[in-house]
């Protein structure tokens, strides 16, 4: 693959058959910016053949090109600052000209399709909440990780974009599971559990009481497969598994801690003898296959649904193999028109029985063309004019619980 | 060990020194029941010297008990009925007389110290909510269990007994940690942590923010060591977790499913090859051992605090050694005086800055004599007569938050 080899500007109109837009990947976030961000870049593009856009300070992203003999070969956007791993999510505001603000902007502009960033979770999704807005009728972002189940793996969402959530929102969340599954995984209807603390309808809190009603009673394009409980996120009993990104959170670092612990243990059982020791020299390859396939550095990362473009956020502790990947799921995304997908998804969510949602019309965003051709509820307000490029408007607020 | 011989009898006074109460011990409930329960319990008093008393059908109790030339050994009180193990909270009410309730009335009569129960944790938590009541003071019951992390245990709570909390009654789980974590334990002050998505004091849902803000204010007898995060579950960084229901009953099973995964996994690749499966015999023992230790049934169950009576609920699938566990742990917090170290570290919470509380003056139970000599808040009602025995008054409701 090669780019423009021209740093700095703009990636040049291209002639039929359109090639995909580049991903966009921020440079400087992550433990290990820009070395093995580069690294992860190169491979991408040298053994999957993925267009991208290197954002961040263009002498440094150089000198680290050159090390592959790729400089001039990944076109490069300059951008003056970048987020601290120690910074949260007030950096986004402070820092307009960082390389997570520049990719974004290159989405807006249409000129990147997507962006990768290993920066710290809260400055790269309160940034990209503010340069890239959320899309029309969804309520609030979540974040989808992959988990790794066999023989294929589950989605689990919100992993911890929005901590509180109302049931409605969840119903949301299963709409973006849905489109992202779709795309990720293949099945035309992939199931959704909702993440609960009984099987039975009538269990859990209030929010998930009230969501499991709103599931069940079905027409709103979700395969809905019941409550799943903590044991199922490595069970592979659905698709895609919701709850709200508080719980999200708390399951995932659970599961990653347990990984790790379980590892532990077990080194240290497999080498607290001399026999032991000789059994675990004959098994080492095998076990370092397992190790590598749940290591979050592998499988992990998480990507922000429900935003005007797609962002696949890395762990911070990314190499650049798990660089490399994030490129090429997010390049998957978004040949696979995820932002689209989702809107017609979210909209079976409110032409269904939910169709006394607001949400979408308090907006003031409702999409005028209706892809599914369903009846378009009444608009009460004129979709606004388009913002500015680069404006500071904050998150939008949930509108108010529908009694 | 030995007990009076008399099946349904009560036990009978003792002389200086006084041999403490027995743990009545409910047979009839869990998947093994009651062979295996029987045979945990003559464990615990054959190994252990532990006193119990056994409640269920008489019978098939005493044909147990012949198995280990047991019988006359441990006295019997006979149950007509029992809960099965698809019956949920509703049984509670509709079987007055079953084992669980029984074992509930033998604690009420100051018969029994404890009571141990395999049977479904809906159906035990209800029954003895229904029959012990809360503890004065205490808004809500949590489910404390006890971590296989090392050098020692962490403590989680609630691990699944009130999916809806106030971020009060958060302050009130940690007390409850506080207390079990001294006799379990031993340190003067154990450490708490509060479940969260991020390290730092703003970070989670409101709920977690709120609670946050109630225990780093200090003055409450908790020795407050932040937020804690999934990863610590097995991290055994602080001796006890808190967190509501909803969440710990997830992130407990999201423990669990993972180890179970995890070693799944493991054999697997263990045994994939040749050499792989000659090294796992090398090392049969001592993954065998971890096995083990990291097993819900041998570090599983858990006890419900915040009732006047100490209930230890052990796992369904409790085979004779995870019961005779249940029982030592049973003895040993009855031994500990656990109910009464709750009082007193929940008045404590009261007599701090928090003393604005007004739960305990509006459950209409403020203990009249405080064991902290801590200036008692003005007593709104006196208290009332205590209830009859057997008596079926709905579970307390949670007092509004105070704005």
Not at 113 to 121: D, F, I, P
Not at 141 to 150: G, K, Q, W
């Amino acid at each position: 693959m090669t780019g423009t080899g021209e740093p700095s500007r703009a990636v040049a109109p291209r002639r039929v058959p359109p090639r995909p837009l580049p991903v966009a990947v921020d440079t400087m976030g992550g433990d290990h910016a820009p070395g093995e961000i580069v690294a992860g870049a190169v491979d991408a593009v040298r053994e999957h053949g993925v267009r991208l856009v290197l954002v961040g300070q263009a002498p440094r992203i150089r000198r680290e090109l050159d090390r592959y003999g790729y400089v001039g070969k990944i076109p490069i956007v300059h951008a003056d600052e970048a987020l601290d791993m120690g910074e949260g999510a007030l950096a986004s505001w402070r820092k307009p000209r960082s390389s997570i603000a520049i990719a974004c902007h290159l989405i807006k502009q249409g000129r990147a399709s997507a962006l990768v960033s290993a920066g710290t979770t809260a400055g790269v999704v309160a940034t990209s909440r503010l340069r890239l807005k959320g899309q029309q009728g969804v309520m609030r972002p979540a974040i989808a990780v992959t988990l790794p189940t066999r023989p294929r793996p589950t989605i689990l969402l919100d992993a911890g974009a929005t901590a509180d959530v109302k049931a409605e929102t969840l119903v949301q969340f299963a709409a973006l599971g849905t489109a992202y599954a779709q795309i990720l995984l293949g099945p035309d209807r992939p199931t959704v559990g909702l993440l609960n603390i009984g099987a039975e309808a009538g269990k859990g809190n209030k929010l998930a009481k009230r969501a499991h009603e709103l599931l069940a009673g079905g027409n709103h394009g979700i395969e809905f497969a019941g409550n799943v409980e903590g044991h199922d996120l490595l069970s592979g009993r659905v698709d895609v598994i919701v709850t709200d990104g508080f719980t999200g959170n708390v399951a995932l670092k659970t599961m990653e801690g347990t990984i790790g612990a379980a590892f532990t243990e077990i080194r240290d059982a497999m080498t607290a003898s001399p026999a032991a020791r000789m059994g675990a020299l004959l098994q080492r390859r095998r076990l370092q296959d397992l190790r590598d396939r749940l290591d979050p550095d592998t499988y992990g990362g998480g990507v922000l649904l429900g935003l005007n473009g797609t962002v696949v956020i890395a762990h911070g502790a990314s190499r650049a193999r798990a660089i490399s990947s994030a490129c090429e799921l997010a390049h998957r995304l978004a040949a696979g028109r995820i932002v689209e997908r989702i809107r017609e998804q979210v909209a079976a969510t409110r032409t269904s029985r939910f169709g006394r949602w607001t949400h979408g019309e308090r907006d003031g965003r409702e999409n005028p063309e209706r892809a599914d051709g369903a009846a378009k509820p009444p608009a009460e307000t004129p979709p606004p004019p388009r913002e500015p490029a680069g404006d500071t408007v904050p998150d939008r607020k949930e509108p108010p619980a529908v009694p």
